[in-house]
């Protein structure tokens, strides 16, 4: 067996309840995000996205569902900017020590991505 192949779960821990998303996502309160492809083939919008974002047990001012133009991958401009919308927004006020905590995260993540982009090396003439 190839080691970078995870092994598949038997079948006893794929019956358990915490496995199963009908039993899991109204679990879910915290803020959600959820940006997603019209054309994603991975995860169909009809079939997955929406009953997904339906069953999640957040309060409907907490989580917002954004359906981009394109596939699998959420264009990284339109996922910047309606996260910072979301953070700084609405979900800012969720209290001062958590909305802090989340800026950290948050602030730490850009300044992560800022660090690996290319430089603009010189230019020739």
Known sequence: MDPRTPEPADEESANRPEADPLNSLPRVKTPVLMLNGKYDYFVPVASSQEPFFTLLGTRTSDKKYIVCDGRHDVPRTEL??????????????????????????????LSMHRRSAPTPGPETS
Do not use: D, M, P, V
């Open 80 to 109: 910047i900017k309606e996260s910072l919308a979301c953070w700084t927004g609405t979900w800012g006020r969720c209290g001062r020590g958590r909305a802090k905590a989340c800026g950290r995260q948050f602030n730490g993540y």
